[in-house]
């Protein structure tokens, strides 16, 4: 074994432990608790398997939400509805309206997953002063902070309810007062969003002419030049809106795969939420108190190998077609299969393909459960993911510029060998 699979193999094998006996001894913890092997933006588990978005908008809204629509209509795991009303905004005293909107959305069941947020037409006005009588002109750097700070207060909300944000830019505008607006907007936004764990999505380079102006015509998302935007030169047509969701679908699609990969993790999510993945209970004891997984592996408490099945199933069926002979041959086939299923539950996207599992009970009815698998994808982001800057492998090598030590017969290894100088000689 290589250095970096017993590095590997013991990073692994301490971690998922440490999450057996955590799920053993506190099943609500890990409910609660994130899961420090997840790197998953949205959550890997949502209610019923169908994650639940909502389009937080104004009058633009209704057209994002159809372009997300038509991008994830042959995907029937995301349902996306709008939340959009067209007064909609941060800088107006709608904002209370939207506010208690957002209460109501957070406590809806089931429950949202993700929110995608573009707000701003409406905010191209002047805001009140927080401290003093009135108004903070826009563009202005006490007006940003203020835009900044109500961009702010709707994150939390939403990030407080467990719901993943994006965060849509607003591109360029045809007048400029507009947008220069709009720019002060996405400035404020970028930075609520950065701070609270939010993802801003820049849409300006896409709605621009090639010196970065405003541009009403350009390439959809066949690279066919089609109206993009309407002639009040705010609003999208139907191409438009749709180039303007491809921007988060991209970005959503991303996370939606890395939160599915998440779900193969051992122990990454409750028993209720490992149930819809990993089918049976395995909490539960089989008779004479050994794990239910135990046995359902073939391997004995005591770390002893188990005895094979097949072959004695098979004698004991070349010997007499009994009944109880037949019974036994179903029981055995019945355990390759659960065992088959046992594997395979464990196999697939999160990198685990080909990894050997080790069972054993501890105490107080507790399992440990230890993963000795190969380096793929996912066991090398995870081992960078953890390693010091200054301990990985590139930046010794091309940063700081560290040589590696040579291998024995590679064109590197300049090391004198007897051999070659007695035949030199």
């Known amino acids: 074994m290589t250095s970096i699979s017993r590095a590997l193999a013991v990073f692994f094998m301490t971690a998922i432990v440490v999450f057996a006996a955590l799920a053993a001894g506190s099943g609500t913890l890990l409910a609660q608790t994130p899961n420090p092997l997840s790197s998953s933006y949205v959550t890997p588990f949502p209610q019923t398997d169908r994650y639940q978005v909502r389009v937080i908008g104004d009058w633009l809204g209704s057209g994002l939400t159809n372009g997300l629509q038509d991008a994830f209509k042959q995907d029937a795991s995301v349902q996306i509805q709008d939340a959009s009303k067209s007064n909609y905004g941060l800088a107006r005293p709608e904002q209370i309206g939207l506010f208690g909107d957002i209460d109501k959305l957070t406590a809806s069941n089931p429950p949202v997953n993700i929110a995608v947020v573009m707000l701003g037409v409406n905010d191209a006005t002047s805001m009140k002063a927080p401290t003093a009588t009135g108004r903070l002109q826009v563009g202005t750097a006490e007006w940003k902070d203020a835009y900044g700070r109500e961009a702010e207060k709707l994150i939390r909300k939403l990030k407080a309810a467990n719901i993943a944000v994006y ?177 395979a539950a464990f196999a697939g996207a999160s990198g685990f393909q080909g990894g050997e599992l080790i069972f054993g009970d501890l105490a107080d009815g507790m399992t440990a459960i230890a993963v000795i698998s190969p380096v793929g994808e996912f066991s090398m982001r995870e081992i960078q993911r953890q390693t010091p800057l200054a301990d990985r492998l590139y930046f010794k090598v091309l940063s700081r510029g560290d040589a590696l030590p040579p291998k024995d017969g590679r064109a590197d290894d300049f090391t004198w060998r007897e051999d070659s100088a007695a035949s030199q000689q």
Do not use: C
């Not at 098979?314 to 179903?330: E, G, I, L, M």
């Open 167 to 343: 965060w849509l830019g607003l591109p360029v505008m045809a007048s400029s007062q507009r947008n220069d607006a709009v720019a002060a907007m996405n400035d404020a936004v970028r930075q609520a969003a950065y701070v609270n764990g939010a993802k801003f999505i820049d849409t300006s380079a896409g709605f621009t002419d090639q010196s970065g102006a405003y541009a009403a015509y350009g390439p959809d998302l066949t690279g066919q030049t089609k109206r993009l935007r309407e002639g009040d030169g705010v609003g999208f047509t139907a191409a438009g809106s749709r180039k303007l969701a491809n921007y988060v679908e991209i970005v959503l699609r991303r996370d939606l795969a890395q939160a599915k990969a998440q779900r193969n993790i051992p122990l990454a999510g409750d028993e209720e939420e490992q149930a819809r993945v990993v089918p049976g209970n395995r909490s539960a004891k089989s008779a004479g108190g050994k794990s239910a997984w135990t046995t359902e592996m073939g391997a004995r408490t005591d770390g002893a190998p188990a005895a094979a099945t097949e072959p004695a199933t098979k004698a004991t069926t070349d010997k007499d077609n009994t009944p109880a002979s037949t019974a036994a041959s179903a029981t055995a086939a019945t355990a390759t299969d659960d065992q088959r299923r046992e594997q």
